[in-house]
């Protein structure tokens, strides 16, 4: 059995970087995928989705240097879920990628020069 991913998408905030008490380091991003299709109208829909990915260690550090709000990156990892009961007392449940490998495919600014409806005219 294998669990992988693989994500292709734009970084939605800037990376979050905390330190455990045992000196490891963890980065937390969100990313956004988006897929386009015509519904039964004929009209063009796209949705999105987002991604909780976390980074542990090296790939965190590099992550946190190198990664900025609208950058598009590709993430190669595995799902996790997550529950928990919260403070009130209400079930709660989650899903994030643990990344093992990330690729920077454009820096921020080119990014969002790229993407769809923010094209620079000319």
Avoid at 70 to 82: C, E, F, H
Avoid at 90 to 99: L, P, S, V
Wanted: hydrophobic share 35%.
């Amino acid at each position: 059995m294998k669990n992988t991913v693989t994500l292709v998408g734009y970084v939605g905030n800037a990376p979050q970087v905390r330190e455990t008490q045992a000196g490891a380091t963890t980065t937390r991003l969100s990313l956004a995928t988006s897929r386009s299709f015509r519904d039964s109208e004929g009209n063009r829909q796209t949705e999105t989705e987002w991604h909780r990915i976390t980074c542990f260690n090296g790939t965190g550090k590099s992550v946190a240097e190198h990664v900025a709000k609208g950058a598009m990156i590709m993430v190669t990892g595995r799902i996790r879920y997550t529950r928990w009961t919260d403070q009130s007392g209400t079930e709660r449940f989650g899903c994030e990628i643990i990344a093992s490998q990330l690729d920077f495919l454009s820096r921020a600014k080119e990014a969002v020069a790229q993407a769809p409806g923010k094209r620079r005219a000319g």
